[in-house]
């Protein structure tokens, strides 16, 4: 088995996480200590500004990757990310008497375009770090880039996790759905027979995240207070429900920015912060009950990780819409924070075994697909 360190900046730019846990890539061996390095504003505020710049505006090219302002964050990015490694393998050797010897390290996601059906160009997405730096700064082979030849070949290049859900859930009773409510919410339906059926299911904090800071002087709705006491607004909720995402079947992706444009059309913006907030919520957990539409079998229970498992509203709602029970991870002992911190350790050692990270039932690959890239410390 290998010692490795998961390393995960999500969609929600709120900070690294970071996990250590063994495993040969199939079997989950000692699960170690976990953290959460939060980013400062200015860190936070000026990833913020690189999702928009790596958008672009049409007709205009958007972020060179040579570009001043991006390598700056990129550094101060990565300079965190080895900050986590040093705190965790410090702990790990406190703990357990063991130090690590691979870092699975995500990165940070700025665009994230895979190609859609009917599209000429390309897909395309785009995760920033610098691997190369990490390694030589801690010593050790970092595994990178894990969504690039999945795209490549045609596939969504997300979601990643589901692999490492199935290796999670092995003796769970099925179909059991795993939800993850980040920035973006994504899914990993598993069937009897550990068939896998994964993707994104919609805007899940992210949109609420930014509700929050345009309203109040906090990065998100905290216990969902601001939702709590509002009102969903039917016109406004029955307008994004008409987005084609929805009803798309899968395999299918989302950029943390791909719902802004609709949100405004639908008219959010002239909502009162309380109604805006939920509104927002109620959106969230309408695009997981869709998702439940495509799976081919009703869970028996869907399982709860990522931040927005913490606010009351969005678990309220979700309870609301979907028919099975709604549970945070934490009842079959996983940690909800640090799942995907922990799959991105076991993704690394999955990358230097040459297994298959992808599947035609969670990205769309044409065929069971490796991925990453090493480079040596
Ligand atoms: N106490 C809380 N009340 C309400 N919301 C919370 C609370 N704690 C966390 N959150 C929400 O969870 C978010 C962070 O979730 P998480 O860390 O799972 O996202 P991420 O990993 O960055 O995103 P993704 O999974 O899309 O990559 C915060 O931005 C916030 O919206
Ligand atoms: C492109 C990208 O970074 N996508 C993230 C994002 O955050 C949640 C959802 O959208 C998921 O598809 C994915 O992350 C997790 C770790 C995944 O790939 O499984």
Known sequence: MLRTIGLMSGTSLDGVDAAWIETDGEAIGRIGPTLTLPYEPALRRDLRRLLDLAVGVPGEPGLAPEDPFLADCVHRLTERHAEAVARLRA???????????????????????PARPGDAAPGRTWQ??????LARR????????????DVAAGGQGAPLVPVVHAALAATLPKPLAVLNL??????TW??????????????????LDDWARRHTQSDYDRDGALALAGQPDGAVLARLLAHPY???P??????????????KEAGA??????????????????????????????????????GGRRNPALMRALAGALEQPVRAAEVVGWNGDALEAQAFGVLAARCWHGLPITFPGTTGAPQPLAGGRIVRG
């Open 91 to 113: 702990e790990s050797l406190r703990l357990l008497g063991e130090d690590a010897d691979l870092i699975g390290f995500h990165g940070q996601t700025i665009l994230h375009r």
């Open 128 to 133: 920033v770090g610098d691997a190369d730096w």
């Open 138 to 149: 801690a010593g050790l082979p970092v595994a990178f880039d894990f969504r690039s030849a």
């Open 182 to 187: 980040g920035g973006v919410g994504n899914v």
């Open 190 to 207: 598993i069937g009897r027979d550990r068939s896998l059926l994964a993707f994104d299911t919609g805007p899940a904090n992210g949109p």
């Open 246 to 248: 929805l009803a798309a």
């Open 250 to 263: 899968p395999p299918k992706s989302l950029d943390r920015l791909d719902f802004d444009r609709a949100l």
């Open 269 to 306: 913006g002239a909502l009162s912060p309380e109604d805006g907030a939920a509104t927002l919520v109620a959106f969230a957990a309408v695009c997981v009950a869709a998702a439940a539409r495509h799976f081919p079998q009703a869970p028996l229970q869907w399982l709860v990780a990522g």
